[in-house]
């Protein structure tokens, strides 16, 4: 790899100055500005995917109905080409928005377009693996917890929201962490469409610099990628950690079902018990 890299011109001896360089992360154009918008755009597009996926997938896998569309509509969905789909949006509707006169929050000059195609866009990627979880996860949990949860007295909204919800949480989050680290690494080959930050930007622009000029900006963002998205994916764990219930994480069995003598009906108790 190493031989490859040097045959094509490009070269690691400056992304360590570049990344220890002060001037290049400070200003209305350094490092941490486009971290910033990366990590913006990156939580706009997996909230707006999760507050269509959640319900869906959750209502799907309680009913038991809509099952073949949801798989066909993830299906379909994951064939979609991203950068294809957001330059013929974006050319669309870059007339009918013409937003040139400066900075826009986050967006730079004539960003709004761009921001809206690539929102569009990134949205229908971040869907399936978040609504083919949720999915899954509602109907992977055990009959007997959902037949005691109804001999309870629960009725069906109870008994998503009280059991088959918390059981079905750890598969959920991962699908989250799934959409956001396809997202986070997407972003950058969005960044190809004018008007567009993020780490993504250095990417673009520095394939159309000299290799001595282009290079280490461009490799520099793409380390500062790789990290954003094992930091991001990280906090996203830990988020399960706390959120998920011991008794369907398994850290509750680990503790107890390895002495003598426990059983596992608490598991089913906390599963039932679970607000």
């Given at each position: 790899?190493?031989?490859?890299?040097?045959?094509?011109?490009?070269?690691?001896?400056?992304?360590?100055?570049?990344?220890?360089?002060?001037?290049?992360?400070?200003?209305?154009?350094?490092?941490?500005?486009?971290?910033?918008?990366?990590?913006?755009?990156?939580?706009?597009?997996?909230?707006?995917?999760?507050?269509?996926?959640?319900?869906?997938?959750?209502?799907?896998?309680?009913?038991?109905?809509?099952?073949?569309?949801?798989?066909?509509?993830?299906?379909?969905?994951?064939?979609?080409?991203?950068?294809?789909?957001?330059?013929?949006?974006?050319?669309?509707?870059?007339?009918?928005?013409?937003?040139?006169?400066?900075?826009?929050?986050?967006?730079?000059?004539?960003?709004?377009?761009?921001?809206?195609?690539?929102?569009?866009?990134?949205?229908?990627?971040?869907?399936?693996?978040?609504?083919?979880?949720?999915?899954?996860?509602?109907?992977?949990?055990?009959?007997?917890?959902?037949?005691?949860?109804?001999?309870?007295?629960?009725?069906?909204?109870?008994?998503?929201?009280?059991?088959?919800?918390?059981?079905?949480?750890?598969?959920?989050?991962?699908?989250?962490?799934?959409?956001?680290?396809?997202?986070?690494?997407?972003?950058?080959?969005?960044?190809?469409?004018?008007?567009?930050?993020?780490?993504?930007?250095?990417?673009?622009?520095?394939?159309?610099?000299?290799?001595?000029?282009?290079?280490?900006?461009?490799?520099?963002?793409?380390?500062?990628?790789?990290?954003?998205?094992?930091?991001?994916?990280?906090?996203?764990?830990?988020?399960?950690?706390?959120?998920?219930?011991?008794?369907?994480?398994?850290?509750?069995?680990?503790?107890?079902?390895?002495?003598?003598?426990?059983?596992?009906?608490?598991?089913?108790?906390?599963?039932?018990t679970v607000a």
């Open positions: 790899m190493s031989a490859i890299l040097a045959d094509s011109g490009v070269t690691f001896s400056g992304v360590g100055k570049y990344l220890t360089t002060g001037s290049n992360w400070w200003g209305i154009d350094g490092l941490l500005v486009h971290i910033r918008d990366h990590v913006i755009y990156a939580a706009i597009i997996v909230l707006a995917a999760a507050l269509i996926a959640l319900p869906v997938g959750l209502i799907v896998g309680h009913t038991g109905r809509g099952v073949v569309a949801v798989v066909g509509v993830a299906n379909a969905l994951r064939a979609v080409p991203t950068l294809g789909l957001i330059v013929l949006l974006y050319v669309w509707l870059a007339p009918k928005i013409p937003v040139n006169h400066g900075n826009v929050l986050f967006l730079h000059r004539g960003g709004v377009p761009t921001f809206i195609a690539v929102v569009i866009v990134l949205i229908l990627l971040a869907v399936p693996p978040i609504l083919t979880n949720t999915y899954a996860g509602i109907q992977a949990v055990d009959p007997a917890v959902r037949d005691a949860a109804r001999g309870m007295g629960m009725r069906g909204s109870q008994v998503l929201r009280r059991v088959e919800l918390p059981c079905a949480l750890p598969l959920i989050i991962s699908g989250l962490r799934n959409a956001t680290l396809q997202v986070i690494a997407t972003l950058t080959v969005a960044a190809y469409v004018p008007g567009l930050g993020g780490l993504g930007r250095y990417i673009a622009d520095g394939a159309e610099q000299a290799p001595a000029q282009g290079d280490p900006p461009m490799l520099s963002a793409a380390i500062l990628v790789a990290l954003l998205a094992v930091v991001v994916d990280g906090l996203l764990n830990l988020v399960q950690r706390l959120v998920v219930s011991p008794g369907v994480s398994g850290r509750y069995s680990s503790k107890h079902t390895s002495q003598p003598g426990v059983t596992t009906a608490p598991l089913v108790e906390a599963q039932l």
